[in-house]
């Protein structure tokens, strides 16, 4: 194992599961090395690992101003599925964080715009929480989030809480809709019309399944948002975390060394392979 991954290793305790959906959960963990969320920027990513069982990348979810480090998870393989099992006071080893964060310092006192789709928004949830405790940092945040379906919309309990936040417009749509569901129906580039979105002064973080990083890429282009304030996210298969295995590998680059985050301009002829 590489030296920097051993050196990245501890062990975390759960001290909290929350159920989102029916496939997705989020762990909450206190770290034996002492390291609190603080100590992970938005955007980066861990490696949670199974003892005896094997690892997953997933992103962290928390703020620094969080009590526990926070991951939301999909029940979608061996690993996940094992997690999705454990209870509080078990222990999973957590090795990072790594990769590159969402480029705040580069957004303040522009229009921010938070672009998610599905799981894509944990990774983002940094984000609003950072825009949130500092609400003159940026001039108006803009959230739009997409599901399937509102059964499938992830941490709907903190949506008060964000409505209630000065400067932050949360925006929410599905795919189908239900006989109670009052809200757009559409992907998620069907609410960039309503947003109020100033392309002269926006930068754009997305992150999300690739079609919807096109499209969303695609209509933000449409607009006048300037290719080199379009930041995303790609969440590939990563499995060492070091730019090792070259599993996660695009083109040049490795989405685990590399990003996960890039600007737009870095991934044109990578991703999305037509259209922009």
Same mark, same amino acid.
């Given at each position: 194992? +590489?030296?920097?991954?051993?050196?990245?290793?501890?062990?975390?305790?759960?001290?909290?599961?929350?159920?989102?959906?029916?496939?997705?959960?989020?762990?909450?963990?206190?770290?034996?090395?002492?390291?609190? +969320?603080?100590?992970?920027?938005?955007?980066?990513?861990?490696?949670?690992?199974?003892?005896?069982?094997?690892?997953?990348?997933?992103?962290?979810?928390?703020?620094?101003?969080?009590?526990?480090?926070?991951?939301?998870?999909?029940?979608?393989?061996?690993?996940?599925?094992?997690?999705?099992?454990?209870?509080?006071?078990?222990?999973?080893?957590?090795?990072?964080?790594?990769?590159?964060?969402?480029? #705040?310092?580069?957004?303040?006192?522009?229009?921010? #715009?938070?672009?998610?789709?599905?799981?894509?928004?944990?990774?983002?949830?940094?984000?609003?929480?950072?825009?949130?405790?500092?609400?003159?940092?940026?001039?108006?945040?803009?959230?739009?989030?997409?599901?399937?379906? +509102?059964?499938?919309?992830?941490?709907?309990?903190?949506?008060?809480?964000?409505?209630?936040?000065?400067?932050?417009?949360? #925006? #929410?749509?599905?795919?189908?809709?239900?006989?109670?569901?009052?809200?757009?129906?559409?992907?998620?580039?069907?609410?960039? +019309?309503?947003?109020?979105?100033?392309?002269?002064?926006?930068?754009?973080?997305?992150?999300?399944?690739?079609?919807?990083?096109?499209?969303?890429?695609?209509?933000?282009a449409k607009i006048g948002v300037p290719a080199e304030r379009i930041f995303v996210s790609l969440e590939r298969n990563m499995s060492c975390a070091t730019g090792t295995c070259g599993h996660c590998q695009l083109g040049p680059l490795f989405i685990c060394r590399d990003g996960p985050v890039f600007g737009y301009p870095r991934l044109r002829g990578f991703f999305p392979r037509?259209?922009?």
């Amino acid at each position: 194992m +590489p030296r920097q991954a051993l050196q990245a290793f501890t062990r975390g305790t759960v001290r909290g599961v929350k159920k989102e959906t029916s496939d997705t959960f989020t762990l909450l963990f206190d770290l034996a090395d002492c390291r609190s +969320p603080a100590d992970f920027m938005p955007g980066q990513f861990n490696m949670l690992y199974v003892f005896g069982v094997g690892e997953v990348p997933i992103s962290v979810a928390s703020f620094g101003r969080d009590s526990h480090l926070m991951h939301t998870i999909r029940s979608v393989g061996r690993v996940t599925r094992l997690l999705a099992a454990v209870t509080t006071g078990s222990s999973v080893g957590i090795r990072g964080p790594f990769g590159r964060g969402w480029p #705040l310092a580069e957004a303040e006192g522009k229009q921010l #715009l938070v672009i998610a789709g599905g799981l894509g928004l944990p990774p983002l949830r940094p984000v609003i929480e950072a825009a949130i405790a500092e609400p003159g940092r940026f001039d108006g945040v803009k959230v739009m989030y997409g599901a399937r379906t +509102p059964a499938d919309l992830i941490y709907s309990y903190e949506y008060p809480r964000w409505h209630a936040a000065g400067g932050c417009d949360l #925006l #929410l749509t599905v795919d189908r809709g239900t006989s109670d569901w009052k809200g757009n129906v559409g992907v998620v580039t069907t609410l960039f +019309p309503k947003a109020g979105i100033d392309p002269g002064r926006a930068v754009a973080l997305i992150c999300g399944p690739e079609l919807m990083l096109k499209f969303s890429i695609l209509e933000l282009a449409k607009i006048g948002v300037p290719a080199e304030r379009i930041f995303v996210s790609l969440e590939r298969n990563m499995s060492c975390a070091t730019g090792t295995c070259g599993h996660c590998q695009l083109g040049p680059l490795f989405i685990c060394r590399d990003g996960p985050v890039f600007g737009y301009p870095r991934l044109r002829g990578f991703f999305p392979r037509e259209g922009v």
